[in-house]
Structures are given as structure tokens and as C-alpha cells.
């Protein structure tokens, strides 16, 4: 006998809550908030409408499938299944943050905040839920994603972006190469190496773009091909500059090979979930074979 579908519920803690948790009370919290000039109000109605929204998701799920909740901060040690249905409920960025635990499963994003929120991954509201469970293995946007591979066998796979650098402020010292080092290959030193997909290019990818004044068109969500930027490329008689951005195909790849003492690689946004990569080691970044499939 076939499982029922599972609608697991992705939220965040609230602003609120985190005040209140660090504060210790609603008193303390809008004290804290006054001396900074701020309304605790404001805060508090951001919260109510973000539970607002949760409960009439929750409601919405049909009484044949189980249902199941994660928070953000919980979403490594959670198990997802064939059978789910993933409903994310807040903002754009916590979609990227539950992509790269899925396989295939459906998404669905809720915008807790219209008019705050941009909107580009939450692109629904609370009350069109129930519609869009019934449908939501049928009617999906097959998102691009990218991943790194490292020669240890370390993998990062993200929606928006993957960087590739120092995890403080220092220069990142390495050697980049394009179509598997068979054709150029440079030393560089830089703030480190930015490849993102057409939904990143919302985003960070996009303010580096538009920052260069670069003529590399950007790609779409759904588009088979990567862009990459260096940041801040440092020219010396050892370092060059002359490979600073482009465009990858699906079946091309990034090669970095480090020589700094220590680089990382994160992607969209999450530091602490990081491929540590040590003096010699190459981990090369392309198109993932999986996607993100949105409800559109």
C-alpha cells in the first residue's frame, strides 16, 4: 500500500521571537527596541501575520495526508521523503535554505509579507494553499541549481549561488581553470569566485553584475547554464586578471585549485554549512544534475 502524501510545513523563528528569547520578555524586548529608536509593534504584527499565514496553511492540507513541520534551524536534521510535498512558508531565502535537502520533491512557496518579500520563490499567498496542494506535483518550474565537487569527495549544491574563498577578509590564492583545465588556466589572488544560477541572478550574482557594468547576459531560473564573476582580482607578476567572468554550459565546470592554506566554499548565504578545502586540493563547480521543481 502506497503512503499518503506528507505536506511538510518549512518556517522560520520570527524577529519577534528571537527578540523575546533574548530578552526574555515582550516588556524587555520593546524597552530594547525603544532606546534603538524602533516600534516593538511593528515587529509584533510582522510576527502575527507570519503565524497568521502558517495556521491557514496548516488548515489547508487535506485530512487524508499526514502533515509535519520543520524549522529552518532544523532543516539538516530532518528526513525528507518521496512522498512529500514541501511548503515552504516565508520569506524568497528560505526556499534556497531547504533546496539542497530535497530529491525532486514538490515546493510550494507561501509569501508571509507581500511587498516585502521580492517574491521570486514565495510567489503565492496563504489562501490559494489548497489549490495549489492538489496540484502541486503537476504544475512546477524545473529551477537550475549549481553544485562544487571536491577531489575528497565533498559536495555543496545551492540554488542562488556558490562562493568560493577565505572565510574572513584575507586574499584567496589559487589557480582557476575553464573546460577541465584544457584550455586557460591562471594564478590568481582575489576576495574569492561567485557562480550562480538564473535564480541567483536575483540576487548577490546580480549586484556584482550590474556593480561591473558586465555584458554577460544573465540566465534564466530554468536555464541549463551558470555565470561566474571574480571578485576584486588582484593583479601582481604572479597573479593575473585576464579571467574574471563568464558563462557555463551544462556539461562545462569552474576548476579551482587552492593554494592558500585554507578556502571554503558555501552556498546561498549559509557559512556555517561550508566544504573546508585545504593547500592543493581542486574542487570544480558546474550545473547540478538535480533540480528544484516550483509550484509556478
Avoid at 50 to 60: I, P, Q
Avoid at 67 to 89: C, G, H, I, S
Avoid at 104 to 130: C, E, F, K, M, S
Avoid at 244 to 272: C, M, N, Q, W, Y
Wanted: glycine share 10%; hydrophobic share 40%; with cysteine.
Amino acid at each position: 500500500m502506497s503512503l499518503a502524501p506528507r505536506a511538510v510545513l518549512v518556517h522560520r523563528t520570527t524577529e519577534y521571537e528571537e527578540l523575546v528569547a533574548r530578552h526574555g520578555t515582550h516588556g524587555q524586548a520593546a524597552f530594547f527596541l525603544a532606546s534603538r529608536g524602533r516600534d516593538i509593534e511593528e515587529v509584533a504584527e510582522r510576527h502575527r501575520r507570519a503565524r497568521g499565514a502558517l495556521a491557514e496553511v496548516t488548515s489547508a492540507v487535506p485530512l487524508t495526508w499526514r502533515q509535519a513541520q520543520v524549522e529552518r534551524a532544523d532543516l539538516d536534521r530532518f528526513l525528507f521523503t518521496p512522498e512529500d510535498v514541501v511548503v515552504v512558508v516565508g520569506q524568497d531565502g528560505l526556499v534556497a535554505n531547504v533546496a539542497k535537502y530535497l530529491t525532486g520533491q514538490p515546493v510550494i512557496g507561501i509569501d508571509t509579507d507581500p511587498g516585502r518579500n521580492p517574491g521570486v520563490l514565495v510567489r503565492h499567498r496563504p489562501q490559494d494553499a489548497a489549490k495549489l496542494l492538489s496540484a502541486a506535483r503537476t504544475t512546477v518550474d524545473e529551477l537550475t541549481m549549481v553544485e562544487a565537487v571536491a577531489d575528497d569527495t565533498q559536495r555543496l549544491v545551492a540554488l542562488n549561488e556558490i562562493y568560493l574563498g577565505t572565510p574572513g577578509h584575507q586574499t584567496a590564492r589559487y589557480r582557476l581553470g575553464l573546460d577541465d583545465d584544457g584550455g586557460a588556466v591562471e594564478a590568481q589572488a582575489s576576495s574569492g569566485v561567485l557562480v550562480g544560477t538564473g535564480t541567483g541572478a536575483t540576487g548577490w550574482l546580480r549586484s556584482v553584475w550590474q556593480e561591473r557594468g558586465s555584458r554577460l547576459p544573465l540566465p534564466s531560473p530554468t536555464e541549463d547554464r551558470l555565470v561566474w564573476f571574480v571578485r576584486e582580482a588582484w593583479p601582481s607578476p604572479a597573479t593575473g586578471t585576464a579571467l574574471v567572468a563568464g558563462d557555463l554550459a551544462a556539461s562545462a565546470s569552474l576548476t579551482v585549485t587552492v593554494e592558500s592554506d585554507r578556502l571554503i566554499a558555501f552556498g546561498d548565504g549559509i557559512e556555517t554549512d561550508a566544504l573546508q578545502l585545504t593547500w592543493g586540493q581542486t574542487v570544480r563547480v558546474g550545473v547540478c544534475g538535480q533540480r528544484l521543481r516550483l509550484a509556478g
